[in-house]
């Protein structure tokens, strides 16, 4: 009974990110834990399908927000540090999902980004506050 369950729960959270993926898809996701946000879930499965990137977000932390990209069989994964004002980019070839994740940064958030991001985090937090 076990195993038929297991099964039924990956089977679950596949549909779920696949459908959370056409959502996530050339869009910038604010990251928070409670409630759960769309890049909160996002970010959760990434770090599933990739173990490897673990480390890196216990010693960095939780990003304030995300972005996701697929082009020409690339995956992006852009993480936003908006206190630091910095950001990292995780890049993985579709295809062939053993392949290591590349990393790359920190990029400075440049002061457009910034101002589209802080305003982006403020009026989510307004809109949890006003709840």
Known sequence: M??????????????????TEKEANDSIMIVRETPSTLGWKRLRYFSTLHPEC?????????????????????????????DRR?????????????????VAGPFPITRKEYRLLHALKQSYDRAVRSR
């Open 2 to 19: 076990a195993l038929i369950l297991s099964n039924c729960a990956s089977y679950r959270a596949a549909w779920n990110s696949g459908w």
């Open 54 to 82: 673990k480390p890196y977000f216990a010693r960095m932390g939780t990003p304030d927000c995300i972005a996701e990209s697929t082009r020409a069989r690339q995956h992006y994964l852009i993480v936003y540090y908006l």
């Open 86 to 102: 910095q950001a990292f980019s995780f890049r993985n070839n579709t295809r062939a999902v053993s392949q290591p994740i590349e």
